[in-house]
């Protein structure tokens, strides 16, 4: 029979036949498998699963749901459960597919593993081996990796693998270098923006010249960060990025390559992920699962507005606002569309052109182009041309004017012109120069008008100058008169300021007494002449309203030993705390300054005693439990009679925009960082135990932990002091300018408090409660083991102390064993 009537004639089984296979077709199982062979190809919902830990997780994704779809090849992690795909592989990075169904990614008869497009046309492949080979073997490896195996067994040749092809990420097992041989950079490459893995305009790569550094480069021509290189622990410029207890790091050099080298510890199970960012900064981030988020670790560079060109042309960067780029006054972004997507290197596009050049026309005829005065500016670092011969900002305007490619000038006694795109613009806080930026006449408010009213003006004006005079004297006098009620300090409440009022009182932000992570301090004088602090926040994203939430919550916290919050200023962008002045200054400055006179023993037990009161209220004692995540000496203010008071509490929520912030901050004073901070785990107000600890140490011995000793390699002050004590020797690791003069029995108690607070694990620390306890002698302890971290800190005081596990520990119930005599049971918080 022909074979078409049959098919005619056996109709109802061809169609039961055809409904079989389409439901076939259409619910293919997903595989379980971790590879592809020959036979198979994977499509649509289809996913690789790395085995056996099915930590990874290979199939195509799509980045926006945006029309017309783009669908990539990607691996993402299979454990981490997130809103979104955390995608850190892409095959076809630059050749998206439209459909994820038609299309499929096989093994080709060339042996590659390739991506065909609906119409079956070659989109990406590994391009790996030209011989006809059927037996190669793709694999997702529990690393991340996929692998292309010559032979269908793990022991077959490696073809290729995507860890050494990597695109943004580079994973723990992975390598980053340079083959000498083919020349070939492995660079780490952004994306173009959030919702296309294509490569985007910064990337890193090892120095192609050879020096074991690494560079972070705008459009793979201009190096702007640098890691320093590397001395054989760590890049001199990155600490971070340095074998510890999490990481395992490595450089090798071949004749053939230099690389760079990290794998994770083999008992560590921290997730985490080495990229480079869209912000043009490499981020190492860990994930944390009680949080269910990635938590920054570290960033380089670290200040975002040092990346290069990120706002684009005519953009501006700003360090205390989100986001950080914005366009210039007369100007609006280029693409707006990608400005969403936090690509912002389009820049920005001037909104009115500037009238020059007039084609013939007088340039002072009508309308000149104008200059907008902009201040506290990082003046753009392109090409500018200094005139010395100008000697005055008129003329330098001039001279501006009359070149049309001038975009704008400075004077500070010397005349600068740029001319034009303006790029790396950066807005400061204070300090910077002026700028002037040229912008066309109808882009300044009161453009100037035309002669015939100008007359008029005149005439007016001089009528309107008498009245302004009188208005002006009146407004100063109400305005002195103002500042005085204004500033007037009611006890108790919260008062809030005028930014010009604390301008006068600090006379213009003159006296600097300190600043920190969170901004500069200085000093002020109130009309009643009783003295202040004035504290500039930086780095607040906060609304108003928040702000206010948060400031009058502090505000309400009052203790002896917490330094006194007054008032605070809210105007605008600008955020500003008032407290008490404290006459002694910071704890540092009494104990670490060689000048400075010896505090006695009973002094510094007092300072001991008082700090963790005040730490104890703050944990315990306030309606909102307060972590304060910053204790180091430089935080701990003493007033006239060294009475201890812990100040910027409150302050890492007030600037926490996110998490990371405040980590970020921290790394700054990574001695009293307790290794959760690290680890990803909760901060509790245990953490604040670890860091008091660590201030302990400095208090007694009156010098820095990590201060290097003469002779003595990777100096670390704890450990020492605990072989010292383990010997029996409790005088030995106190201030040896005290000459040994120091209660004993304090001494011991001191030893004891410390050495429990510093434990790895927070379960074994005391509560801060507990720590008044013990040093009022209400409590006794014995003496802990010594933390397997200070073991261990001492052959590596740079690197970051981290474990995972703390089984070894003492359980915390076992730890405070109450004094029966004196036993009690009383509140020992001294509260005001
Ligand atoms: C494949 O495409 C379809 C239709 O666009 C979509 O519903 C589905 O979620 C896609 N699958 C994947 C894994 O993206
Ligand atoms: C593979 O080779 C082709 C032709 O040489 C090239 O166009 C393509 O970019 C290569 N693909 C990859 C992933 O290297
Ligand atoms: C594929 O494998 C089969 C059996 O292993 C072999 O006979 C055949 O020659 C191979 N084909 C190619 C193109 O290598
Ligand atoms: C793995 O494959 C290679 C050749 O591809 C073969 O020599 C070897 O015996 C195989 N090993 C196992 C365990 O099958
Ligand atoms: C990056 O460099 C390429 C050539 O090297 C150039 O064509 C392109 O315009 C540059 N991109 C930007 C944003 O300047
Ligand atoms: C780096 O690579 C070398 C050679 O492959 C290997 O011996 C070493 O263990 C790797 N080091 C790390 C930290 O992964
Ligand atoms: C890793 O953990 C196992 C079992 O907990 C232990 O036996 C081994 O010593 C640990 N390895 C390291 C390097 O700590
Ligand atoms: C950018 O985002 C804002 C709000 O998210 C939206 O209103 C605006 O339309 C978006 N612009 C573009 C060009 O997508
Ligand atoms: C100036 O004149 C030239 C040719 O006469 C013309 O192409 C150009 O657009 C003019 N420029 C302006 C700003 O009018
Ligand atoms: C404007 O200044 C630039 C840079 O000095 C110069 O190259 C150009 O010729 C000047 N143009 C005019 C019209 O003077």
Redesign the pocket.
């Known amino acids: 029979m022909d074979p078409s009537k049959r098919l005619w004639l056996s109709f109802p089984v061809s169609l039961l036949n055809l409904i079989f296979l389409v439901s076939l077709f259409g619910a293919r199982p997903t595989f379980a498998a971790s590879s592809i062979s020959a036979e198979q190809s994977l499509s649509g919902d289809q996913t690789l699963t790395s085995s056996p830990g099915g930590n990874f997780v290979l199939g195509f994704f799509s980045p926006t749901r945006a029309e017309p779809r783009k669908f990539y090849i990607g691996i993402w992690y299979g454990k981490v459960s997130q809103s979104q795909k955390t995608v850190v592989w892409v095959a076809n990075r630059e050749a998206p597919v439209s459909d994820n169904t038609t299309s499929e990614l096989r093994i080709a008869g060339d042996g590659n593993l390739v991506l065909l497009d609906r119409s079956g046309t070659l989109v990406w492949s590994t391009n790996a081996t030209s011989v006809a080979a059927n037996s190669t073997v793709a694999e997702l490896l529990d690393s991340g990796n996929l692998v292309l195996r010559d032979g269908s067994n793990s022991s077959g040749r490696v073809l290729w693998q995507s860890i050494d092809n990597p695109t943004d990420h580079w994973l723990p097992g992975g390598k980053l270098g340079l083959n000498k041989v083919t020349g070939k950079n492995q660079r780490l490459t952004s994306w173009r923006n959030s919702e296309d893995p294509a490569p985007g305009i910064f990337s890193l790569e090892i120095d192609p010249n050879g020096a074991s550094e690494y560079l972070i480069l705008w459009n793979q021509s201009r190096v702007f960060w640098r890691s320093g290189t590397w001395n054989g622990q760590i890049f001199s410029l990155v600490p971070e990025m340095t074998s510890n207890y999490v990481y395992d790091f490595q450089y090798i050099t071949t004749p053939e390559e230099n690389y760079f080298n990290y794998s994770m510890k083999p008992n560590v199970t921290l997730i985490s992920r080495f990229m480079m960012d869209l912000s043009g900064q490499i981020k190492q981030r860990t994930w944390v699962d009680n949080t269910g988020n990635w938590i920054l670790f570290w960033s380089q560079p670290r200040a975002q507005c040092d990346v290069y060109m990120l706002c684009g042309p005519f953009g501006i960067c700003n360090e205390r606002s989100l986001p950080f780029c914005s366009c210039l006054r007369g100007f609006s972004e280029a693409s707006p569309g990608s400005w969403n997507l936090s690509d912002f290197t389009g820049g920005c596009a001037r909104r009115t052109p500037l009238l020059c050049?007039r084609n013939g026309t007088s340039v002072n005829g009508g309308d000149q182009d104008r200059f907008l005065r902009m201040d506290n500016i990082k003046l753009p670092d392109n090409y500018r041309?200094s005139l010395s011969a100008v000697t005055s900002a008129g003329e330098c305007e001039s001279s501006c004017l009359?070149?049309?490619?001038?975009t704008a000038y400075s004077y500070d006694g010397r005349c600068s012109?740029w001319?034009g795109e303006l790029t790396n613009l950066q807005q400061l806080g204070d300090g910077g120069g002026t700028l002037y930026l040229r912008l066309a006449a109808s882009e300044l408010p009161n453009s100037k008008s035309s002669k015939g009213k100008i007359i008029g003006v005149a005439v007016g004006a001089a009528a309107v100058m008498l009245g302004a005079i009188a208005l002006a004297l009146a407004l100063l006098w109400r305005r002195r008169r103002r500042r005085f009620k204004a500033l007037r300090v009611v006890d108790g409440t919260l008062v809030p300021f005028r930014y010009g009022d604390l301008r006068w009182v600090t006379k213009n932000f003159s006296e600097k007494l300190g600043g920190g992570g969170f901004g500069s301090v200085f000093k002020g004088t109130m009309p009643d002449s009783t003295q202040v602090a004035v504290k500039k926040l930086e780095g607040i994203f906060q609304g108003e309203k928040q702000f206010r939430t948060e400031v009058s919550t502090i505000g309400t916290i009052q203790h002896v030993n917490l330094v006194r919050l007054r008032g605070f200023c809210s105007e605008g962008t600008r955020r500003l705390l008032v407290y008490d002045y404290m006459p002694k200054g910071s704890l540092d400055t009494v104990m670490f300054r060689d000048c400075s006179p010896v505090v006695d023993w009973g002094t510094r037990y007092q300072i001991i005693l008082g700090t963790a009161r005040g730490l104890a209220y703050l944990h315990e004692k306030c309606r909102d439990c307060i972590i304060h995540c910053d204790i180091k000496p430089e935080n701990i203010l003493l007033d006239a009679s060294f009475l201890p008071k812990v100040a910027d509490f409150g302050l890492a929520k007030l600037v926490g925009r996110d998490f990371s912030r405040v980590l970020t901050t921290m790394r700054g004073t990574r001695g009293y960082l307790a290794p959760e901070w690290i680890s990803g785990v909760p901060i509790t107000a245990k953490a604040d135990v670890y860091s008091f600890g660590m201030m302990v140490f400095e208090i007694v011995s009156g010098r820095r932990n990590s201060d290097p000793v003469a002779e003595v390699k990777n100096w670390f002050f704890p450990t020492w002091a605990a072989s010292r004590l383990g010997e029996g020797d409790m005088l030995g690791p106190l201030d040896p300018r005290l000459h040994g003069d120091a209660r004993m029995e304090e001494l011991e108690r001191v030893w004891r408090v410390a050495f429990w607070c510093i434990q790895d694990e927070e379960s074994c620390r005391p509560t801060m409660g507990q720590v008044v306890q013990i040093l009022e002698g209400v409590v006794v302890v014995n003496m802990p083991p010594v933390p397997r971290s200070l073991q261990l800190f001492g052959d590596k005081p740079e690197s970051i102390v981290f474990f995972t596990d703390g089984g070894s520990q003492v359980a915390s119930s076992n730890m405070i064993s109450s004094n029966s005599q004196n036993k009690s049971t009383t509140s020992t918080s001294s509260m005001d």
């Open positions: 050049p041309l009359r070149n049309c490619s001038c012109m001319f």
